[in-house]
């Protein structure tokens, strides 16, 4: 695509970067075909073709934002499936950044908008804070038909569905004492998942320390900014990248580390990217980068060892590939394989490449094409009927489990109970043998 920034733009390191993303588009249209908002709404400005050239019109006449440019840019999943697709490189995901970023700083929203993605921004990253407004959305439930009646409040009303109605206890930061000889690694705290779904980290530190490996969590450790950073919120989600860097840096310095890991793709994703958001910061560059270059899926980091021994207990597992690994970190084989070295029969549905419409906060903010890709995507993994669903990020499966009665359970804490660990709590009613350790 032609471009027409002016030198002085062009200075600008970020509009610089989307320049060369808007360049290397040839039109071709394949991304089309897999962007799941143009197959839902059959929209021109709602593909990735579309969008790039809103955003290109957008950029260069540094023009305010309209309210459609900024409906199109909002209905972007971030899933970069079209990445996957584009067969000339282009780097949609910093380009749709930088666009996220210049609407928060130029474009007041209506009140009600500004309102959710302030209160998201608020209580997400925050454990405790998660936690509380989960305990309070009791309160609110009896409110939710209401608020799914008025537009702009139906981001609400979303925020109670998905808001679940019993919390298990925090779970303690626990893993086994300093004996192992694999290596030594940082786990992710992380913020959401820990709040959703504890058992998934659980999981992990058992079938971690299993494996060989020390298990730390890094003091200062914080919300790895994601959640933020999609929000377009980009001196909040700087501020966590440095504050993580700082942290794993200090374990890096200290007793060493060989893998900072992550149980959540849409994390993951994110921290990957942190060598990219503080480029420009002279104090924050090379520190970013041996952090990003350092940071791995649990999936990646388990398909490099041999697992311990298991018990095969044929079970049939549809594999949701959440797009951020699938498509953000491009770890596609390695969680199917992991799950068939241990004995479950895995089987992928059918547009596995399409969003699931979790996405972050966007099955909140935009609840209605959430629901529609919700509805298609579990259709989809009901069909191979299997026993369980796995995947590989805490949103998929909050996402999924909305949609579906089948039990919905992360990789990791399949191959735990595969390999020596208790049944997975979601799994427990069907399979209630309970721990083996
Ligand atoms: S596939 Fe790539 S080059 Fe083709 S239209 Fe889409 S973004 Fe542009
Ligand atoms: S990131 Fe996903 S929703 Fe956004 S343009 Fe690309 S394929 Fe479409």
């Known amino acids: 695509m032609q471009t027409d920034f002016s030198p002085a733009q062009l200075a600008d390191p970020a509009t610089a ?41 957008m950029l260069e006449a540094e023009a305010v934002p309209t309210a459609e440019v900024v409906k199109h840019i909002d209905r972007c999943l971030s899933c970069l499936a079209c990445t996957t697709t ?13 666009a996220r970023a210049y609407i928060q700083n130029r474009y007041r929203r209506p009140w009600h908008e500004r309102f959710v993605r302030g209160l998201l921004a608020y209580v997400l990253p925050s454990p405790s804070r998660f936690r509380m407004a989960i305990r309070l959305a009791r309160f609110g439930r009896p409110f939710t038909g209401m608020l799914r009646s008025i537009d702009g409040l139906k981001p609400l009303a979303a925020m109670l569905d998905l808001a679940p109605k019993s919390l298990a ?10 004996r192992m000889t694999r290596g030594r690694i940082v786990l992710l705290k992380g913020c959401a998942e820990p709040v959703l779904r ?58 060493g580390l060989d893998a900072i890991v992550i149980t959540a793709s849409g994390c993951g994703t994110t921290i990957k990217d942190y060598g990219f958001m503080l480029r420009n910061d002279p104090a924050y560059a090379r520190k970013a980068a041996r952090v990003s270059a350092l940071a791995k899926d649990i999936s990646e980091m388990l398909a490099a060892i041999e697992l311990p021994a298991h018990v095969d207990r044929g079970i049939k597992v549809g594999y949701q590939a959440a797009c951020s690994l699938q498509h953000g970190q491009k770890v596609t084989e390695a969680p199917r394989r992991l799950l ?50 796995a995947t590989g990020n805490v949103g998929c499966a909050t996402q999924i489990g909305a949609w579906t009665g089948v039990p919905v359970v992360h990789v990791v804490e399949l191959l735990d109970w595969a390999t020596g660990g208790p049944t997975p709590p979601a799994m427990i009613d069907r399979y209630s043998e309970g721990s083996q350790e």
């Open 198 to 255: 504890p058992e998934i980290r659980e999981a992990a530190v058992r079938l971690l320390n299993r494996s060989g490996f020390d298990v730390v969590f890094a003091n200062g450790e914080a919300c790895c900014g994601a959640l933020v950073h999609h929000m377009g919120h980009e001196e909040a989600s700087l501020a966590a990248a440095r504050r993580n860097v700082d942290a794993w840096t200090a374990e890096l310095n200290g007793e």
């Open 340 to 389: 068939a070295s241990v004995g479950y029969d895995v089987r992928v549905p059918r547009d596995a490449h399409l969003c699931c419409g979790s996405a972050g906060t966007y099955n909140i903010l935009q609840p209605q094409i959430a629901g529609e890709l919700g509805r298609l995507k579990v259709g989809n993994l009901e069909e191979l009927r299997a026993d369980v669903i």
């Open 17 to 57: 970067q989307s320049e060369g993303a808007i360049r290397k588009c040839v039109h071709c249209g394949f991304c089309t075909a897999t962007c799941p908002t143009y197959v839902l709404l059959g929209d021109e400005l709602d593909s990735p073709r579309g969008r790039i050239y809103l955003m290109k019109e």
């Open 86 to 98: 584009c067969p000339s490189g282009v780097d949609y995901m910093h380009l749709v950044d930088h």
């Open 169 to 178: 206890p925090p779970a303690p930061l626990t893993s086994s004492p300093a």
